[in-house]
């Protein structure tokens, strides 16, 4: 018997309700804000590479860009001369939408991919273009980051498997 109930990924409106419960319940935007403030600062100091003009950030999942412009914010105050290319993938259109509305006087280059992280990584793989990453985030993704490995320095996987889960950042009492 197939189920009726439909999933929380083909189904935008019903996943930004639930996933509002969810935050409304849970202490991860507390945990993840004590992260960006006080870990976040030397991590993102650490990207770049010497002589370069720009950074380039990938945000997957990146909802309506709320944690991610608190992400921003720490690369630019950290590299201030630098300019920022900053790539979003992010599935739901809504989300997006406010995103770009929120984006406007940023000074920060957008690329917009309105789709899921596995659309992005195959459009990736079947491009001739290689892209390269100084820094990746996957706040609340529940992918298997290995796949961006190839996209970013190895030194920076370990950030990225972090950001991907509220507990492995720290706890938050």
Known sequence: MESSMKSLSSDFNNYVKTFN???DRSTEHMCMQKFIDEK?????ASIGKEGSSSLNVLGVGSGSGKIDF???GKIKSKHPGLSIRNEVVEPNPEQLSSYKEKSQGLNISFTWNQMSSEEFEKKTKESDEIKKFDFIHMIQMAVDGIHF?????PVFLAV????????CLMTCE
Do not use: N, R
């Not at 490995?149 to 320095?153: H, S, V």
């Open 160 to 167: 990225v498997f972090c950001l991907m889960s509220a507990k």
């Open 149 to 153: 490995g190839k996209y970013l320095d």
């Open 21 to 23: 419960l969810f935050l």
């Open 70 to 72: 608190e992400i921003l």
């Open 40 to 44: 976040l600062p030397d991590i993102v």
